[in-house]
């Protein structure tokens, strides 16, 4: 990131940075949601489960944004004018990712990946604001990404890595006519 | 960063139905499903405002998974449904899905005299280049090397068709091609072709990961166009023509005046069947 583009997004008071949390914190949960309904409806409920409680834990935290800014005036962003670095929120998994036979050690790599870009974003945040109330609640904020970064370590290291034939359909839906 | 003096009434969340989506995992649709109810929040539209109309297909699905009044039509005829529509309820605000096969084969004929009527809609196609749906045939933008049907073990051998220089042509009034990878940015080009009067045209790259997983490199082959928007029919034309189609942005924006019908009685229904006397 050039030092233009950081300054552009810098964020530099309360509200602006607590807007950017909620979206953050109600897109993964979402998005954790969505992942999980799909896995749910094409038979895969191990995956399914793990990112609908993924998903819960995302709610909780929206939750305890939203409390944070109970009185303040949040501004209305349009979604492609928030300062995220590629242009989407953070901490959504990818959806491009997923795979109706993928396994749980993969689930949660992909969500391993959403808590680092969230705490890359909070760290970030943490750096370049000017305000110190800012910094203060984005690196309390980065800390929580930390530690969640933390747990799904040790949540990963129970499940074995996928098979090599991990994606094997014996009756794939991939059959052209 | 634009600091709106009022806040959209309902999150785009309010836009999506109960109903959990079929599409297979990974599937571009679900980031369309997305961009749309975000474009429909920001819009600040009532749902009972709304009409999402679709024809048949995987993308077709969409009125059914939002909150707004839908109708899952039939193969190809969601255009002029739509048109019957706003032409009656011109006070809705009434948005076309579907597939590159709905829309460009069986609903070629609809497409093009909806881009020539140019009655207010917004019309997303979200072009994967293949019927997916059933099982994977090759469709108008399948590449002419395609080969991994059965139906076409050698390719297609024909030439793509060119939705938006088509749509062009038959004069579409806004036209834009956005990608699924890009949520955000397809949220905001469907929000500006909602806003713009007339026919608005949107091609959305939506990756089919199960029929053409090498779909999955438009994530590094996607760029946005290198060129601003335009007014100049003339100069969309060439540029779309030189294209790869797989530029994105917002193409060409038009001035043609809307289509809008006499809604006025000509005649009461006792003249009417005063005809039908014997």
């Known amino acids: ?177 | 960063m634009t600091a709106l003096a009022q806040t959209p009434a309902l999150t785009a969340a309010a836009y999506k139905s109960d109903y959990r989506p079929v599409w297979c995992p990974g599937c571009g649709h679900y980031s369309v499903l997305s961009s749309l109810t975000k474009a429909l929040a920001e819009l600040g539209l009532q749902r009972e405002n709304v009409a999402v109309i679709s024809g048949i297909g995987c993308s077709s699905r969409i009125p059914a998974y939002t909150s707004v009044y839908g109708f899952h039509s039939v193969h190809g005829r969601a255009l002029p449904v739509a048109t019957g529509l706003k032409v009656a309820r011109p006070d809705l605000t009434v948005v076309v899905a579907g597939g590159d096969g709905d829309g460009y084969s069986i609903g070629g004929n609809h497409f093009l005299h909806a881009c020539r009527r140019n009655v207010d809609l917004t019309y997303l196609v979200m072009d994967n280049q293949v019927y997916g749906m059933t099982k994977g045939q090759a469709s108008p933008t399948t590449p002419a090397d395609w080969d991994r049907s059965k139906l076409t073990p050698h390719g297609t051998g024909v030439s793509p068709f060119h939705p938006l220089a088509v749509a062009l042509a038959a004069g579409a009034n806004f036209i834009a091609r956005c990608y699924a990878g890009d949520p955000n940015g397809t949220a905001r080009v469907i929000t500006e072709a909602v806003r713009h009067p007339g026919f608005s045209m949107v091609q959305i790259l939506s990756q089919c990961v199960t029929y053409q997983p090498s779909q999955k490199e438009w994530k590094t082959t996607v760029r946005k166009a290198d060129v601003t928007t335009t007014r100049d029919a003339v100069r969309a034309a060439r540029w779309l023509m030189a294209d790869d189609g797989l530029s994105t942005g917002v193409l060409y924006i038009g001035h043609r005046p809307i289509y809008r019908p006499e809604l006025q009685a000509s005649c009461s229904v006792d003249d009417l069947e005063s005809g039908f006397v014997v």
């Open chain 1, 1 to 177: 990131m050039t030092d233009d583009v950081k300054d552009a997004n810098r964020i530099d008071s309360v509200e602006l940075f607590l807007a950017h949390a909620l979206t953050l914190e109600n897109e993964a949960a979402d998005g954790y949601q969505e992942i999980g309904d799909s896995m749910a409806v094409h038979n895969n409920p191990e995956v399914a489960g793990l990112f609908l409680q993924m998903c819960k834990y995302g709610r909780m935290h929206a939750d305890e944004v939203r409390e944070l800014a109970t009185g303040l005036d949040l501004p209305h962003i349009p979604p492609w004018e928030y300062s995220w670095e590629d242009g989407e929120s953070p901490e959504s998994a990818s959806m491009d990712k997923m795979h109706y036979m993928m396994q749980p050690a993969q689930a949660l790599a992909l969500a391993m990946k959403a808590e680092r870009q969230a705490h890359a974003f909070y760290a970030g945040v943490a750096a370049s604001t000017a305000n110190p109330r800012v910094r203060e609640l984005a690196q309390q904020f980065a800390a929580e990404e930390s530690e969640h970064v933390r747990l799904l370590g040790e949540w990963i290291a129970k499940y074995p890595p996928a098979d090599d034939n991990w994606d094997y359909d014996p009756d794939p839906p991939a059959m052209p006519e």
